[in-house]
């Protein structure tokens, strides 16, 4: 999740979208509350991504549903 956010806004790395939205689908993969929840921005903002709000909403709530404080507000 953190290095998915890194790629994402360039931080010590070059900002590379696709990367970002890949390490994000990763982290879901292994689990990760917070991950869910990058991956819904992912698409609500289209970052990588067409967006898609319905696609968003539901990873949001998975997020939420597993914990994630920040997703329930989203």
Known sequence: ??????WLYGRGVPEDTARALALSRLSVAQGSAYGLNGLANHHRYGWGVPADDAEALA???RAAEAGNERAMSN
């Open 1 to 6: 999740y953190l290095l998915a956010r890194a």
């Open 59 to 61: 990873l949001y709530t």
